[in-house]
């Protein structure tokens, strides 16, 4: 996905003032209008100018904006952290120019107005809010009540159990207040996970690395190991290698069907760090001939 600068775009210092900016587009905008302007590009240009204006005249969206600094070097894909918007609240594109904005934009700020959240549009009704909010792996796992912070505002939310990255919580009337006393918007919170100690997560499936002596992957063994729901007993197949995975069934982010656990195995070296272990290495050595570079045909 291209990055775009939307500060470029305008032809704006990237400290430029809500002032310099309105200015900025009402002098673009008369140039690329494509009922008027002769420029070959002219649509597109208007285009990625009120997209960049959508951005840059609200502060939420710009300061958060801010955040992704400069964007990759050229010719590099863009992708959005994962923890970026985390705590800003942005309000819908507002019209329905917003299916015309790119996925640069949708990626960061949603394609959501008032009419696609609820399949109408309500001329006294509010315009619906939404923000990114990072949620820790056992609120999805089990269910919980957590507090976030948007703005100057804290929320007690309910957290569905089963929830995945990328879903939204809709907290209605949430949002802006409606005018001539309509009903407010609503508020969408869209989920992202915060790192985990063990667990990398996966759509519903859920990674871990399992750390295993050269012994246990040679020979095989039964090795205690945490799942989300305890501890339990996990077999590792005699001639196992660094890097294969073995999965737990159902063990993952709760569903209809459940994700699943994956153990990726590690082999771990004990160090060779007195004379004991030396000569335990130095015997192993004797007794089983093996060349790891065999295969490199040197």
Excluded: C
């Amino acid at each position: 996905m291209e990055f775009k600068d939307y500060y470029k775009v305008m032809g704006v210092a990237r400290d430029a003032t809500e002032a310099q900016i309105k200015q900025a587009y009402r002098k673009l905008a008369r140039k690329y209008h494509p009922d008027v302007s002769k420029e070959k590009d002219a649509e597109a240009r208007f285009k990625d100018l009120g997209e960049a204006y959508e951005v840059l005249k609200n502060p939420e969206k710009r300061a958060a904006y801010d955040q992704l600094g400069s964007g990759p070097r050229p010719g590099e894909d863009f992708r959005p952290p994962p923890d970026w918007g985390a705590g800003f609240e942005f309000s819908g594109a507002g019209d329905a120019s917003a299916a015309d904005y790119s996925d640069f934009f949708s990626s960061l700020f949603g394609r959501t107005g008032r009419s696609q959240a609820r399949g109408g549009f309500d001329a006294n009704q509010g315009e619906d809010h939404h923000a990114k909010v990072m949620l820790d792996l056992e609120a999805a796992l089990h269910g919980a009540q957590r507090s976030f912070t948007l703005k100057d505002r804290t929320l007690s939310v309910q957290i569905p159990k089963g929830i995945v990255a990328g879903q939204h919580i809709r907290l209605a009337g949430q949002g802006a207040a409606g005018p001539r006393d309509g009903k407010s918007g609503d508020l969408f919170l869209e989920v992202e996970f915060q790192p985990h100690r063990l667990y990398r997560v996966d759509g519903r499936d859920l990674y871990f690395a399992l750390p295993v002596a050269p012994w246990e992957a040679a020979l095989g063994a039964s090795v205690a190991i945490p799942t989300p729901s305890g501890e339990v007993q996990l077999k590792i197949p005699a001639g196992s290698r660094g890097g294969g995975k073995l999965r737990l069934k159902g063990r993952g982010i709760p569903a209809t069907p459940p994700g699943d656990l994956y153990a990726v195995l590690e082999i771990a070296l004990p160090p060779a760090a007195d004379e004991k272990s030396r000569a335990a290495y130095l015997a192993l050595a004797a007794a089983l001939p093996f060349n790891p570079r065999a295969n490199l045909g040197a």
